[in-house]
T-cell receptor, first 114, second 111 residues
Framework: EPEVTQTPSHQVTQMGQEVILRCVPI?????FYWYRQILGQKVEFLVSFYNNEISEKSEIFDDQFSVERPDGSNFTLKIRSTKLEDSAMYFC????????????FGPGTRLLVL | QKEVEQNSGPLSVPEGAIASLNCTYS??????FFWYRQYSGKSPELIMS????GDKEDGRFTAQLNKASQYVSLLIRDSQPSDSATYLC???????????FGTGTQLKVEL
């Protein structure tokens, strides 16, 4: 069964450093998303991406964040200058063109900013 | 008012019993509703979606939707210890595809 994959599974970084989180969505899906979950809190939407551009973003997704689909398979989230409060699980999700809201999540990247 | 509300639990049920999980939402325009299961330290796993008023059954799971009351529930029949997890209610909000999640209800199925 097709699934969303994410790398790395864990990332430890120093405050102020740049990190890139990678995702490979399900191959025939057209819509891509990033969510995050701070430990003990609810899953929060960050950004959605369709047709090579951002379709929606939350107030969390400020200028420190960017997304890119550099080739036909990868979807990346970059945090330019990490802060302590960026420590969280980051989930990539994707959905197809027919049931756009039915989103399938990857296993996540646990980011720890020291 | 929170957009998606769930009782955080924990909800404890004995093995073999029916677990009933509830969710209310504030956006009257919402047309689709999702239940995800999340094991500790893992990602949300889609288990049910529902779009129309009434019941939708899939194996041991039944989702129930009442749009007039802005209420969606998930019933798990013949609960098993492996069902012990946090169940997340998710609703697309703001007219787009972004999902707004509730805080989740922790379910514990006891032997």
């Amino acid at each position: 069964e097709p699934e969303v994959t994410q790398t790395p599974s864990h990332q430890v970084t120093q405050m102020g450093q740049e990190v890139i989180l990678r995702c490979v969505p399900i191959s025939n899906h057209l819509y891509f998303y990033w969510y995050r979950q701070i430990l003990g809190q609810k899953v929060e939407f960050l950004v959605s991406f369709y047709n090579n551009e951002i379709s929606e973003k939350s107030e969390i997704f400020d200028d420190q964040f960017s997304v890119e689909r550099p080739d036909g398979s990868n979807f990346t989230l970059k945090i330019r200058s990490t802060k302590l409060e960026d420590s969280a699980m980051y989930f990539c999700a994707s959905s197809d063109g027919r049931l756009q809201e039915t989103q399938y999540f990857g296993p996540g990247t646990r980011l720890l900013v020291l | 008012q929170k957009e998606v509300e769930q009782n955080s639990g924990p909800l404890s049920v004995p093995e073999g019993a029916i677990a009933s999980l509830n969710c209310t939402y504030s956006d009257r325009g919402s047309q689709s509703f999702f239940w995800y299961r999340q094991y500790s330290g893992k990602s949300p796993e889609l288990i049910m979606s529902i779009y129309s008023n009434g019941d939708k059954e899939d194996g041991r799971f039944t989702a129930q939707l009442n749009k007039a009351s802005q209420y969606v529930s998930l019933l798990i029949r013949d609960s098993q210890p492996s069902d012990s997890a946090t169940y997340l209610c998710a609703v697309p909000t703001g007219g787009g595809n972004k999902l707004t999640f509730g805080t989740g209800t922790q379910l514990k199925v006891e032997l």
